[in-house]
């Protein structure tokens, strides 16, 4: 039996991110029918519910906000908490490992727990389809190696990670595997966009999850149509509508990242299971 939770850090907001995640791992429960797959959900910032430590496999959500606005809070303490008793699991038992993987909001409260970068608010809110580029090391990577580079994704936020600190990525033996495309007009410094912690434990700034139905979902909101004209224009916004249909760009990612993260825990959990 492999048992995989996600962590909702959503705060009850409604959303697509959710609907996406358990669609990617009921594609992967129907691919691995030999194989007993249990998923369940827990809703951590809403309901301060965390899963314990016998699950196998963790993903954590995207989520609105602030990854500062839980400080002193219990869901945030028990959150960290989680993080701490993976990562300490996994230096002690290297034969069958836990495996989590962060998205977005989850991607800026791993970099406050690791500490690999500077997470602070973004220079202006981001949404749309946007391109991303992959470093010699998220070439290599196993679940980044099969898009292309540079790639499309999912991108909503208004915080990011930046300025990487370089002696703890090199003490955790942390590796940088893709970057933000910063618009020429925009003067700033790319955001990290994705890294790995270990093996077993890796993160995106971007929504791998998102797939066209849940982007159009956005798109069609008055606000965020707003948002993305008053910045790129009305030209950029029906572009990256257009872009949406592309098998190529954000179907691609959909398919790509979150599903090889889970084939890679699974096929690794099943060879310590066959021993």
């Known amino acids: 039996m492999i048992k995989i939770a996600t962590v909702d850090l959503y705060n009850n907001e409604r959303n697509e991110g959710m609907r996406c995640i358990k669609e990617i791992v009921s594609e992967v429960q129907n691919r691995n029918k030999e194989q007993k797959i249990i998923y369940q959900v827990f809703d951590t910032r809403f309901k301060d519910e965390v899963p314990e430590i016998e699950n196998d496999i963790f993903i954590s959500s995207g989520g609105p906000g602030s990854p500062f606005e839980g400080e002193g809070m219990k869901w945030e303490k028990d959150y960290f908490n989680l993080i701490q008793k993976i990562w300490d699991y996994n230096q002690k038992n290297p034969e069958r490992k836990k495996y989590l993987f962060f998205i977005c909001h989850s991607f800026q409260m791993m970099g406050r727990f690791f500490k690999f970068g500077t997470v602070s608010q973004r220079h202006s809110k981001s949404f749309g389809v946007m391109?991303?580029?992959?470093?010699?090391?998220?070439?290599?990577?196993?679940?980044?190696?099969?898009?292309?580079?540079?790639?499309?994704?999912?991108?909503?936020?208004?915080?990011?990670?930046?300025?990487?600190?370089?002696?703890?990525?090199?003490?955790?033996?942390?590796?940088?595997?893709?970057?933000?495309?910063?618009?020429?007009?925009?003067?700033?410094?790319?955001?990290?966009?994705?890294?790995?912690?270990?093996?077993?434990?890796?993160?995106?700034?971007?929504?791998?999850?998102?797939?066209?139905?849940?982007?159009?979902?956005?798109?069609?909101?008055?606000?965020?149509?707003?948002?993305?004209?008053?910045?790129?224009?009305?030209?950029?916004?029906?572009?990256?509508?257009?872009?949406?249909?592309?098998?190529?760009?954000?179907?691609?990612?959909?398919?790509?990242?979150?599903?090889?993260?889970?084939?890679?825990?699974?096929?690794?959990?099943?060879?310590?299971?066959?021993?």
């Open 131 to 275: 391109p991303f580029t992959l470093t010699k090391q998220g070439k290599a990577d196993n679940i980044f190696k099969e898009l292309s580079n540079p790639f499309y994704a999912a991108d909503i936020r208004q915080f990011q990670v930046v300025e990487p600190n370089e002696k703890i990525i090199k003490e955790l033996g942390a590796k940088i595997l893709s970057y933000e495309i910063v618009d020429d007009d925009e003067k700033a410094e790319p955001a990290l966009a994705a890294v790995r912690i270990s093996e077993e434990i890796v993160g995106t700034q971007f929504h791998p999850e998102a797939d066209p139905e849940s982007m159009l979902y956005h798109f069609k909101k008055d606000e965020r149509k707003k948002q993305v004209v008053d910045k790129y224009g009305e030209e950029r916004y029906f572009e990256m509508i257009k872009i949406l249909e592309q098998p190529d760009t954000i179907q691609k990612t959909r398919k790509t990242v979150i599903p090889s993260f889970l084939n890679y825990a699974i096929e690794q959990l099943n060879r310590v299971m066959v021993r």
